[in-house]
């Protein structure tokens, strides 16, 4: 049984950092990419980034490059985002969901319906 918990998330002032982490259990990671996406309020759910675990291969979006890390935790297969400079606009639910993938192409985040399965979500709320 695939199981997804995000944490991590919290309040923090502008300019400020946290890691998410997404807990992964029940699937193999040879066959997946996780992706994390994140919807504020009033908002369509967006992908942040995603990394494929057979050949750590990542994909980020522009408005978050250089701002954001994937990494993960081949022991347990534990996937963390950095978020760096965090602006306000940042504020949102965000998610890790996993979605079928082999090294056969590039990786892209794609879009919420490519995924199989998703966590529950934790709220980052970047305010002053």
């Known amino acids: 049984q695939v199981q997804l918990v995000e944490s991590g998330g919290g309040l923090v002032q502008p300019g400020g950092s946290l890691r998410l982490s997404c807990a992964a259990t029940?699937?193999?990671?040879?066959?997946?990419?996780l992706g994390w996406f994140r919807q504020a309020p009033g908002k369509e759910r967006e992908g942040v980034s995603a990394?494929?675990?057979?050949?750590?291969?990542?994909d980020y979006v522009d408005s978050v490059s250089g701002r954001v890390a994937i990494s993960r935790d081949k022991a347990d297969n534990t996937v963390y985002l950095q978020i760096n400079n965090l602006r306000p606009e940042d504020t949102a639910v965000y998610y890790c969901?996993?979605?079928?993938?082999?090294?056969?192409?590039?990786?892209?985040?794609?879009?919420?319906?490519?995924?199989?399965?998703w966590g529950q979500g934790t709220q980052v709320t970047v305010s002053s």
């Open positions: 029940g699937f193999t990671p040879d066959y997946y990419a």
């Open positions: 969901a996993l979605k079928w993938s082999l090294p056969v192409d590039q990786l892209r985040i794609g879009i919420p319906d490519e995924y199989s399965y």
């Open positions: 990394l494929r675990y057979s050949d750590g291969s990542s």
